[in-house]
């Protein structure tokens, strides 16, 4: 996993938690399943990076 991987799947899954946490302050549900939506996305993207190193080795 390249190290800009890293810092982008970092950076999603923040600006998810924010969203989340923004969300949830606010009431906005919409906003809120943004967020958890965002850090999913991050999850399964770092999952995905983590897999092609495995097969790199």
Partial sequence: MGIDDKISN????AAGKVKEGAGRATG?????SEGHKDQASANLKQAGEKIKDV???
């Fill in 10 to 13: 970092a950076s999603e899954q």
């Fill in 55 to 57: 097969f790199r080795s």
């Fill in 28 to 32: 906005d549900e919409r906003l809120e």
